[in-house]
């Protein structure tokens, strides 16, 4: 088994910044890719970055540019770092990671952009 824990949602201001973490545990040598997702009330859910074991990464047209997204290998943790945040970022972010057969989520973190 995989478990996902989330860290360091909150509330921002429109233009500012946070930084939220991704601690992965278990069976980690079946992950092939580890990533975000978000869900903005009344809507579904959706892409916003995601990592590859090779490090290659991938985004969301709506936040490139803007997101950045890092893996420690050491510390087993994937990292989303949100800057210029917008009202429109607000959401529920949820760690996903995907193996050949399985796809895991944590449980999420609230982030909300409000002046």
């Known amino acids: 088994q995989v478990q996902l824990v989330e860290s360091g949602g909150g509330l921002a201001q429109p233009g500012g910044s946070l930084r939220l973490s991704c601690r992965v545990s278990?069976?980690?040598?079946?992950?092939?890719?580890a990533g975000w997702y978000r869900q903005a009330p009344g809507k579904e859910r959706e892409f916003v970055a995601s990592?590859?074991?090779?490090?290659?990464?991938y985004y969301a047209d709506s936040v490139k540019g803007r997101f950045t997204i890092s893996r420690d290998h050491a510390k087993n943790t994937v990292y989303l770092q949100m800057n210029s945040l917008k009202p429109e970022d607000t959401a529920v972010y949820y760690c996903?990671?995907?193996?050949?057969?399985?796809?895991?989520w944590g449980q999420g973190t609230q982030v909300t952009v409000s002046s």
């Open positions: 996903h990671a995907a193996s050949v057969r399985d796809t895991y």
């Open positions: 278990g069976f980690i040598s079946v992950i092939n890719a």
């Open positions: 990592i590859t074991s090779g490090y290659s990464t």
